[in-house]
């Protein structure tokens, strides 16, 4: 099971492995010693049980606690508290993003995976490919496209120096040309994933043969249909056939006739990949439709021969491509075990970018609260919302500002909205929530220019609809690098309170345990401070120190005094709101630092649900009878 958990983490962000045992270790050592202490508080209500259910109950109590801490604290406290202190890795908005920043997010990652000469020539690698892969492409399409098709995206080739290993435009097929015809320019490309040069079963046809010159007939028939559908495919002009089929030497001789170039056996995979990024189909030439004009095509800058040291591929540029730029990187490596190190890892450095791109927002529990208001934003499940008539917003637009802007909105003009309650009782608000010109109102009657009627933030979390009544929303704004906003919504005197707050895109710390520390800081805070149950307290309190294990280990290595002077560097920073540790140049990835700890917590939480486990031992196996004469 730990197994399990670890390969679904490491499939997830790429990294963590080490850190995660670490973590779980020190937590389960320290759960159990928790357990033996507290069982008077944990087994109240068992009595007359045997020692052993006891210890199961509150094992089983401890896992589900670790579930609710995880939900309704640390999500809150990562967003809210954390948030704050954060660094982005873009330069400017959310879109343009700082290579130098991004570079030193991936030296440390290949720090931990490759050795400390290739460590920096690996991320350089790294960022070059980011940035010419996903250049005028959506950054959320490319990146899990390139975990999924990553195979097909990179070449290992072995008996080359590491400095040969190169990031090419286009797509390298690992085989050679089938037919190759030399030409220049832009040719047309088509995908085929059936032989052209079909027998009358692959086409699905039922052919009787009573003698030899039937047989001849037939065979002449399949000759000359081959032959059309060479001839369709040049009229056609398609100078690119690439097929995931073998071909007959009757289409290669052609081909060649013809002009064509051919590449097959290429995968499923390949094929996939190749169709994606072109957004075309397959052509079916068994379809009969050798009379319409293929307009499946893509086509290609070019394709020509590559040779890598001693081996040949295929290397083809696509002209107009969706989805993402293909390009391909070329590992070289003296021997093929350190290639396939160097690509694994480089897989790994963008499955944590995947991660690091995407936003923290708070879990929603439909029936759960938090236990301490001041560290939440949530709502009031058990409230509902009555029907009203008449819609009215006040929003607070200025972070320094009290004023409040108020905008009147007529319930017949919002027709594209809905007000409605989710499954856990929220309110939630439509996507395209533009208030007109006319409905809003500012003190004496002043109108509000066009560029201020769409509030964001608003119609991101909040759902305005034709449901009659009185909505008041308030919004709180945060200068704060990490955070967002957040609204307290009043329908007739009721309020209920939704977070807008989550720790966005691109967020990163310093490396070396800082995101620990500061964790642990909050927590401490939090299991001190908090009226919660006893067995929250203490568990936040374990959790806490069992953070304090990742900077310690990474501190080992270093002066005595290293890990309680950085313990002091890092709470003095977070208490006088400074930076944290501007020396400090290497940076990690928030998303992905706190994945890690929910990961580890939802094993710990799994290995404690357990109720029973048997060792089964392995019955003998019967000799086999052996043949042997001379065999008693």
């Given at each position: 099971?730990?197994?399990?958990?670890?390969?679904?983490?490491?499939?997830?962000?790429?990294?963590?492995?080490?850190?995660f045992?670490?973590?779980?270790?020190?937590?389960?050592?320290?759960l159990?010693?928790?357990?033996?202490?507290?069982?008077?508080?944990?087994?109240?209500?068992?009595?007359?049980?045997?020692k052993?259910?006891?210890?199961?109950?509150?094992m089983?109590?401890?896992?589900?606690?670790?579930?609710v801490?995880?939900?309704?604290?640390?999500?809150?406290?990562?967003t809210?508290?954390l948030?704050?202190?954060?660094?982005?890795?873009?330069?400017?908005?959310?879109t343009?993003?700082?290579?130098?920043t991004?570079?030193?997010?991936?030296?440390?990652?290949?720090g931990?995976?490759?050795?400390?000469?290739?460590?920096?020539?690996?991320?350089?690698?790294?960022?070059?490919?980011?940035?010419?892969?996903?250049?005028?492409?959506?950054?959320k399409?490319?990146?899990?496209?390139?975990d999924?098709y990553?195979p097909?995206?990179?070449?290992?080739?072995?008996?080359?120096?590491?400095?040969?290993?190169?990031?090419?435009?286009?797509?390298?097929l690992?085989?050679?040309?089938?037919?190759?015809?030399?030409?220049?320019?832009?040719r047309?490309?088509?995908?085929?994933?059936e032989?052209?040069?079909?027998?009358?079963?692959?086409?699905?046809?039922?052919?009787?043969?009573?003698?030899?010159?039937?047989y001849?007939?037939?065979?002449?028939?399949?000759m000359?249909?081959?032959?059309?559908?060479?001839?369709?495919?040049?009229?056609?002009?398609?100078?690119?056939?690439?097929?995931?089929?073998?071909?007959?030497?009757?289409?290669h001789?052609?081909a060649?006739?013809?002009?064509?170039?051919?590449?097959?056996?290429?995968?499923?995979?390949?094929?996939?990949?190749?169709?994606?990024?072109t957004?075309?189909?397959?052509?079916?030439?068994?379809?009969?439709?050798?009379?319409?004009?293929?307009?499946?095509?893509?086509?290609?800058?070019?394709?020509?021969?590559?040779?890598?040291?001693?081996?040949?591929?295929?290397?083809?540029?696509?002209?107009?491509?969706?989805?993402?730029?293909?390009?391909?990187?070329?590992?070289?490596?003296?021997?093929?075990g350190?290639?396939?190190?160097?690509?694994?890892?480089f897989?790994?450095?963008?499955?944590?970018?995947?991660?690091?791109?995407?936003?923290?927002?708070?879990?929603?529990?439909?029936?759960?609260?938090?236990?301490?208001?001041?560290?939440?934003?949530?709502?009031d499940?058990h409230?509902?919302s009555?029907?009203?008539?008449?819609?009215?917003?006040?929003?607070?637009s200025?972070?320094?500002?009290?004023k409040?802007?108020?905008?009147?909105?007529?319930?017949c003009?919002?027709?594209?909205?809905?007000?409605?309650?989710?499954?856990?009782?929220?309110?939630?608000?439509?996507?395209?929530?533009?208030?007109?010109k006319e409905m809003?109102?500012?003190?004496e009657?002043?109108?509000?220019?066009?560029?201020?009627?769409?509030?964001t933030?608003?119609?991101?979390?909040?759902?305005?609809?034709?449901?009659?009544?009185?909505?008041?929303?308030?919004?709180?704004?945060t200068?704060?690098?990490?955070?967002?906003?957040?609204?307290?919504?009043?329908?007739?005197?009721?309020?209920?309170?939704?977070?807008?707050?989550?720790?966005?895109?691109?967020?990163?710390?310093?490396?070396?345990?800082?995101?620990?520390?500061?964790?642990h800081?909050?927590?401490?805070?939090?299991?001190?401070?908090?009226?919660?149950?006893?067995?929250?307290?203490?568990?936040?309190?374990?959790?806490?120190?069992?953070?304090?294990?990742?900077?310690?280990?990474?501190?080992?290595?270093?002066?005595?005094?290293?890990?309680?002077?950085?313990?002091?560097?890092?709470?003095?920073?977070?208490?006088?709101?400074?930076q944290?540790?501007?020396?400090?140049?290497?940076?990690?990835?928030?998303s992905?630092?706190?994945?890690?700890i929910?990961?580890?917590?939802?094993?710990?939480?799994?290995?404690?649900?357990?109720?029973?486990?048997?060792?089964?031992?392995?019955?003998?196996?019967?000799?086999?009878?052996?043949?042997?004469?001379?065999?008693?």
């Open positions: 099971m730990m197994i399990s958990c670890i390969s679904t983490h490491c499939d997830l962000i790429g990294d963590g492995a080490k850190t045992i670490i973590l779980l270790s020190a937590l389960l050592q320290g159990e010693k928790l357990g033996e202490k507290s069982s008077a508080s944990f087994c109240e209500n068992i009595q007359r049980r045997d052993y259910k006891e210890k199961c109950y509150r089983k109590q401890i896992s589900r606690s670790l579930s801490i995880q939900a309704d604290i640390l999500d809150h406290i990562v809210q508290e948030g704050k202190h954060c660094l982005t890795v873009f330069s400017v908005s959310d343009e993003i700082n290579r130098r991004l570079g030193l997010v991936l030296e440390p990652y290949f931990g995976k490759v050795g400390y000469n290739r460590q920096k020539f690996l991320s350089q690698l790294a960022c070059d490919f980011f940035f010419k892969i996903t250049a005028d492409k959506d950054r399409e490319v990146l899990p496209l390139i999924e990553f097909e995206l990179h070449t290992s080739v072995a008996g080359l120096p590491v400095s040969s290993s190169q990031i090419l435009d286009g797509l390298v690992p085989r050679d040309f089938a037919v190759y015809c030399p030409a220049d320019g832009d047309k490309v088509i995908v085929i994933t032989p052209i040069h079909s027998t009358f079963s692959e086409l699905g046809v039922e052919v009787a043969i009573n003698g030899e010159n039937q001849k007939v037939s065979e002449l028939w399949i000359k249909r081959t032959e059309a559908l060479m001839k369709h495919m040049q009229d056609n002009s398609i100078r690119i056939l690439l097929s995931s089929v073998k071909q007959q030497e009757t289409v001789y052609c060649k006739n013809s002009g064509m170039c051919i590449v097959e056996c290429l995968s499923a995979e390949e094929i996939s990949l190749i169709c994606r990024i957004n075309i189909s397959p052509f079916r030439p068994s379809l009969g439709n050798i009379c319409n004009e293929i307009t499946e095509t893509a086509v290609a800058n070019f394709c020509q021969p590559l040779q890598i040291g001693t081996k040949r591929f295929v290397h083809i540029n696509f002209a107009r491509t969706c989805a993402l730029r293909p390009c391909s990187v070329i590992f070289c490596g003296p021997v093929h350190l290639t396939e190190q160097h690509a694994c890892a897989h790994g450095a963008f499955k944590m970018l995947q991660h690091m791109f995407t936003a923290i927002h708070p879990t929603e529990h439909g029936n759960s609260k938090p236990h301490n208001q001041n560290l939440s934003n949530a709502v499940n409230q509902q009555p029907a009203v008539q008449q819609h009215f917003v006040e929003m607070h200025d972070c320094g500002n009290d409040a802007i108020t905008k009147e909105l007529e319930p003009e919002l027709k594209m909205e809905t007000l409605s309650e989710n499954e856990d009782g929220l309110l939630t608000l439509s996507q395209n929530c533009k208030c007109p809003l109102r500012v003190a009657n002043e109108f509000l220019e066009d560029d201020q009627l769409i509030y933030q608003v119609k991101e979390r909040i759902n305005l609809s034709n449901v009659p009544g009185q909505l008041f929303i308030e919004e709180s704004c200068s704060s690098p990490g955070y967002d906003v957040s609204f307290r919504c009043e329908v007739n005197n009721k309020s209920y309170i939704q977070s807008n707050s989550y720790v966005k895109t691109g967020s990163i710390v310093p490396v070396g345990g800082v995101f620990e520390i500061l964790l800081y909050y927590l401490s805070c939090y299991a001190k401070d908090c009226h919660s149950p006893k067995m929250i307290a203490e568990l936040c309190t374990l959790i806490a120190d069992v953070l304090l294990i990742v900077p310690k280990t990474l501190c080992r290595t270093q002066k005595r005094s290293a890990f309680p002077q950085l313990c002091l560097e890092v709470t003095t920073a977070l208490r006088n709101n400074q944290l540790l501007p020396n400090q140049k290497y940076l990690e990835s928030v992905c630092k706190y994945q890690l929910v990961s580890v917590l939802h094993c710990a939480a799994a290995l404690l649900s357990i109720d029973l486990i048997i060792g089964i031992k392995r019955l003998p196996q019967k000799p086999e009878e052996s043949n042997s004469d001379t065999d008693t």
